[in-house]
Every structure is written in C-alpha cells, then in structure tokens.
T-cell receptor, first 111, second 114 residues
Framework: DAKTTQPTSMDCAEGRAANLPCNHSTISGNEYVYWYRQIHSQGPQYIIH???NNETNEMASLIITEDRKSSTLILPHATLRDTAVYYC????????????FGKGTTLSVSS | DAGVIQSPRHEVTEMGQEVTLRCKPI?????LFWYRQTMMRGLELLIY????????DSGMPEDRFSAKMPNASFSTLKIQPSEPRDSAVYFC????????????FGEGSRLTVL
C-alpha cells in the first residue's frame, strides 16, 4: 500500500527553488520521512530525512508540517543536474523495516 | 570508499540461461539490499541481509530467484532459468545501520533476457 502521494512530474527553471511536495496523511508517530533521488541510469541517492523538525543539509531542506501529514523537499537553487526522479518515503527507524520506493516525482530543470 | 560495486553492468542472455549478478558492499556496512527496477513496477525490494543472514526475502518473485551472501564483502543474485520478464535493472545497496535509512546504491546491472 502506498504510504505517500507525490505529483507525477514538475518543472523548474534553473536557478530557482524547486519545491517538491509529498502527502503522507497516514504517517505513524515513529515513522520518518525520507527523500531519495534517482538521476537517469544511476542508482538512487539519499538526500535527507526527518521526523518532525525541519532539516537542512548541503543538498536540500526538508519542511515537515506540524501535523506531519505532509512535507516539502526544497532544492534552493536548482541546476540542470538536479533533473531526476525524487522519491518520498515514510519508514520507521527500526530493525526489519526496509525502504519501499513508490513512483516518485520526475523533476525537470530547464535553462 | 569505492562505493557499492556491481557486476556485470550489462548482461544480455537468452531465455533459459542462468544469470548471476554480483555485488560488493561498502566495507563496514552490515546491511545489503537487492532491488529490481522496471518501467512497469518501479523499484521493488527483493531481499535484504543483515550480517550475511537473509532477513526478508518476501520480495523474491519466485523460486527461480535466489540470493546468497557468503561473506561480508560479497553477495550474488541468481536467476535460473531466466525469462524475458526478468529483464530489468538490478540494484544492490548497502547500509551501516538500517535505523539510519541511508542506503548507498550501486550503479546497477541491466539485464536483458531475449
């Protein structure tokens, strides 16, 4: 069963912020939100994850709503190399729970 | 780190032949995962290991598929006999701890069964 809902595709102009939404209305209290991306013909790449607080790293920022039912991945200054499929995944951080990927959002960054 | 290393990168074989895909995880990582990706089904988890022991193989499609991890630095995914519907990209990933959720993926092995 899909735990997350993401738009199928999005476009973004190079240099602008890319805001990728994800709905996870049935998320449990012990489940984290993970984001991965997959550039064409490569293996998926970890971006960021969080539980309830906003998170930022060198790649992106993760904004989680207070009720935790949705989140947004922000790429502050998108480049052409950010064109990829972005996966939002919810998962409990405990032994025996692997990452299950959905369909993701195809982000196209254009100049 | 060299990253997760998979071989072969590309494999073309005929239906009925045995296929063996290989994976070398990142040194020190205790978890190893095999995923399969197709256009129709997306990324599917096939099986994962912890300390060389299979933990969950519920994603393995059928008895034609088998996976082994004889030691901490090597794993194989075998398909015997192969069928055209097995054509896909097979990814191996490793992780230091499953609790972090941070998996490191290899470049994948693209399998074509004619």
């Amino acid at each position: 069963d899909a735990k997350t809902t993401q738009p199928t595709s999005m476009d973004c102009a190079e240099g602008r912020a890319a805001n990728l939404p994800c709905n996870h209305s049935t998320i449990s209290g012990n489940e984290y939100v993970y984001w991965y991306r997959q550039i064409h013909s490569q293996g998926p790449q970890y971006i960021i994850h969080g539980l309830k607080n906003n998170e930022t790293n060198e790649m992106a920022s993760l904004i989680i709503t207070e009720d935790r039912k949705s989140s947004t991945l922000i790429l502050p200054h998108a480049t052409l190399r950010d064109t990829a499929v972005y996966y939002c995944i919810v998962r409990a951080n405990q032994a025996g729970t692997a990452l299950i990927f959905g369909k993701g959002t195809t982000l196209s960054v254009s100049s | 780190d060299a990253g997760v290393i998979q071989s072969p990168r590309h494999e073309v074989t005929e239906m009925g032949q045995e296929v063996t895909l290989r994976c070398k995880p990142i040194s020190g990582h205790d978890y190893l995962f095999w995923y399969r990706q197709t256009m129709m089904r997306g990324l599917e988890l096939l099986i994962y290991f912890n300390n060389n022991v299979p933990i969950d193989d519920s994603g393995m499609p059928e008895d034609r598929f088998s996976a082994k991890m004889p030691n901490a630095s090597f794993s194989t995914l075998k398909i015997q006999p192969s069928e055209p519907r097995d054509s896909a990209v097979y990814f191996c990933a490793s992780s230091r701890r499953i609790s972090t959720g941070e998996l490191f993926f290899g470049e994948g092995s693209r399998l074509t069964v004619l």
